[in-house]
């Protein structure tokens, strides 16, 4: 009696045990699952003309330190069309949920970049350009007075034909970052990649994707390369979530103003 005892006690212990790691096992399946279904989105950043990657480097720094992954491609700025597929290509490779955000002239790479991509989940204007179909960069930047880039530009023609655009560098602080440190202007200056006149010229493609996808905005007061007033007529046509304007803050706002526009980048990965 007391053996059939000691083997139902331990039959008993044994199925008790097995009981306590299968409901470990599924705890730490259900966790591994909640923690997948908050996993944060991707952020990929898109620069625009007279620019490159690096303006993004603040922002970069601080959506990493918050645990974001962060993609910031370089933008060939040769044509609307051909940009944005090739920034549609790259968002084609990413798994997950996409903010995507764009400045100055990259707006209008992510409004065409993004459409059809289901894997979108929110757009970023950044002083950015946020076309209709048909519109281009230059036929908006033209729309409201206040623009002086026309006359800092530096034109160089193309061997095959075309011309690339530059500002002039001992203009572009004046234009383009009045409020970004001399030094680091100069940098800028110095590194600017040209973009062609004929992207600036090129419209837009059929069904901008702010019109299915949740938009927000921001732009300084002091942006002499697109009107402020183009930015606001812009932001409010799309029906931007949010708009961030910030006083006086040049075109370079990315670059003087990295936690006000990672603050935003987080409320559209966020959803508020």
């Known amino acids: 009696m007391t053996q059939l005892t000691r083997r139902q006690a331990l039959g ?3 199925a008790a045990s097995i009981a306590v790691s299968a409901a470990a096992a599924s705890s730490s399946t259900a966790a591994s699952a909640e923690t997948q279904g908050a996993a944060k989105p991707t952020v990929v950043l898109v620069h625009g003309a007279f620019a490159d990657a690096s303006c993004w480097k603040g922002v970069i720094e601080r959506l990493q330190r918050k645990g974001y992954a962060v993609l ?9 069309s051909a940009d944005a ?15 995507l955000v764009g400045h100055s002239y990259g707006g209008a790479v992510i409004t065409n970049a993004a459409r059809g ?5 929110a757009l970023v204007y950044v002083a950015a350009f946020i076309p209709d179909e048909g519109e281009s960069a230059a036929e908006l930047a033209g729309r409201y007075p206040g623009s002086t880039l026309g006359e800092t530009l530096r034109q160089v023609p193309l061997p095959g034909g075309g011309t690339d ?40 493609g059929a069904t901008p994707a702010w019109k299915a996808v949740t938009s927000w905005a921001l732009f300084g007061t002091g942006d002499k390369n697109i009107p402020p007033a183009a930015l606001r007529f812009m932001a409010e046509r799309a029906d931007a979530r949010a708009t961030v304007t910030i006083k006086g803050a040049s075109h370079a706002v990315l670059v003087s103003h990295p936690d006000a526009v990672t603050r935003l980048i987080e409320r559209a990965a966020t959803g508020r």
């Open 72 to 80: 910031a491609p370089a933008n060939p700025l040769r044509g609307l």
């Open 85 to 99: 597929a090739g920034t549609a290509a790259l968002l084609a490779t990413v798994k997950g949920p996409v903010v």
């Open 117 to 121: 991509n289901d894997n979108v989940k």
């Open 165 to 204: 655009l530059y500002v002039e560098q001992d203009k572009f602080r004046r234009q383009f970052a009045h409020d970004v440190p001399a030094r680091d202007a100069q940098v800028m200056a110095v590194t600017q990649r040209p973009i062609t006149a004929a992207a600036l010229d090129e419209p837009s």
């Open 12 to 14: 008993t212990a044994l």
